[in-house]
Nanobody
Framework: QLQLVESGGGLVQPGGSLRLSCAAS????????IGWFRQAPGKEREGVSR????????VYADSVKGRFTIHRDNAKNTVYLQMNMLKPEDTAVYYC????????????????WGQGTQVTVSS
């Protein structure tokens, strides 16, 4: 059974950077799409980015384009989200999830979720 564990969250000042990790166990990531989502208090879960672990194709939400980068290390069974130029509105719990080959940025397309990691952007 595939299990996902996020790490790397924390408190950072506006303009700063964080790198989130999504480590998988139980199954190899080779045939999945891994997505990053976030949920702020009182708001719906929002798709941030996704990557195909097979061909490396990526998708980004407009709100993070040019600031966030998703990449994979299949040898380590890990997907990373590099977040630069962070803004207070990026504050949320960030989740990674695994979906099938056609999964985009809709949460309903994903079937396995991590427990989340808190990212707080504040001065």
């Amino acid at each position: 059974q595939l299990q996902l564990v996020e790490s790397g969250g924390g408190l950072v000042q506006p303009g700063g950077s964080l790198r989130l990790s999504c480590a998988a166990s139980g199954l190899a990531l080779d045939y999945y799409v891994i997505g990053w989502f976030r949920q702020a208090p009182g708001k719906e879960r929002e798709g941030v980015s996704r990557i195909s672990t097979r061909n490396g194709r990526t998708v980004y939400a407009d709100s993070v384009k040019g600031r966030f980068t998703i990449h994979r290390d299949n040898a380590k069974n890990t997907v990373y989200l590099q977040m630069n130029m962070l803004k207070p509105e990026d504050t949320a719990v960030y989740y990674c999830a695994a979906g099938g080959p056609g999964a985009g940025l809709l949460a309903t397309a994903y079937h396995a979720w991590g427990q989340g990691t808190q990212v707080t952007v504040s001065s």
